[in-house]
């Protein structure tokens, strides 16, 4: 059975390593890039874990390594209330046993116990597998769109879904 947990600065090791693996399995999927995140140092690792609220998921309580990430934050700006889900991954021999839901949802219970009355993400134009799971739980897509942070021609629209 996954296990999420909660995540400290300490745990760098175990976030750099999920991030780069997203980076390299899922390229297409954020808005960074492998070449950029394999050059932060320890000291950028921690402090993304200290800014962020970061999920892990392991495939059982005894795993050493996780098989899924999520973060929330509230940046970039989003409306009052709400907080903003990123860097959703799981491994693809983990993908379809409901990892990436219950990350979700472990998120969207976390920020709601803070006050968060919705939380909001960005999907890429063209990654409909992520927009089709989204709305499958609850999210709905908000009619504003943007260029994807770092690109020139890539769009991407932002879904909310009230917590």
Known sequence: MPVIRDTTEDDWLLLSAIRLRALRDSP?????????????????WRQ?????????????????APVGVIAATREPPVPAGDHFLSSLWVAPWHRRLGIARGLVEAAAERVA??????????VLDGNDAAREFYMAIGFVPTGERQLAPGSSDLHEQRMRRVV
Do not use: I
């Not at 874990?49 to 999920?55: A, E, I, N, P, T």
């Not at 116990?113 to 960005?122: M, P, R, T």
């Open 48 to 64: 993304w874990l200290r800014s962020d609220m970061w999920l892990l998921a392991f495939e059982n309580g005894t795993a050493p």
């Open 28 to 44: 297409g999927a954020f808005a960074s890039h492998y070449g950029t995140e394999v050059r932060h140092n320890e000291r950028q």
């Open 113 to 122: 116990a803070a006050g968060a009355a919705a939380v909001s993400l960005w």
